[in-house]
């Protein structure tokens, strides 16, 4: 069974940080893109970055450039990510989703393009 899990989501102060992992299990992710999206009550459902089969490219949202940053270690079978700096905007669940890398990096952008998601995992930020 192909599952994606994420983990290392919880409560930081604004300006913290917090690692997210996605693990996956049930089949390898050398030849899938990554995505993180993020949804808050109310709110749709948003891209935060994306990240292609081999980490060479990545697509990130303007809301979270510069203070978020994706890495795969395929090996491992994992992807992360990194943020730094989380403002009161960015709490929300957070989910990693994976779709089989066939298009360019900037397809994955939506969340529809994705096959696999996972169940996602809590980032709250409040002083």
């Known amino acids: 069974q192909l599952q994606l899990v994420e983990s290392g989501g919880g409560l930081v102060q604004p300006g913290g940080s917090l690692r997210l992992s996605c693990a996956a299990s049930?089949?390898?992710?050398?030849?899938?893109?990554i995505g993180w999206f993020r949804q808050a009550p109310g709110k749709e459902r948003e891209g935060v970055v994306s990240?292609?089969?081999?980490?060479?490219?990545?697509y990130y949202a303007d809301s979270v450039r510069g203070r978020f940053t994706i890495s795969r270690d395929n090996a491992k079978n994992t992807v992360h990510l990194q943020m730094d700096s989380l403002k009161a905007e960015d709490p929300a669940v957070y989910y990693c989703?994976?779709?089989?890398?066939?298009?360019?990096?900037?397809?994955?952008?939506?969340?529809?393009?994705?096959?696999?998601w996972g169940q996602g995992t809590q980032v709250t930020v409040s002083s």
């Open positions: 989703a994976g779709a089989r890398a066939v298009y360019p990096t900037s397809y994955y952008r939506s969340p529809a393009n994705f096959d696999y």
């Open positions: 990240i292609n089969w081999s980490g060479a490219s990545t």
């Open positions: 049930g089949f390898t992710l050398d030849y899938y893109a």
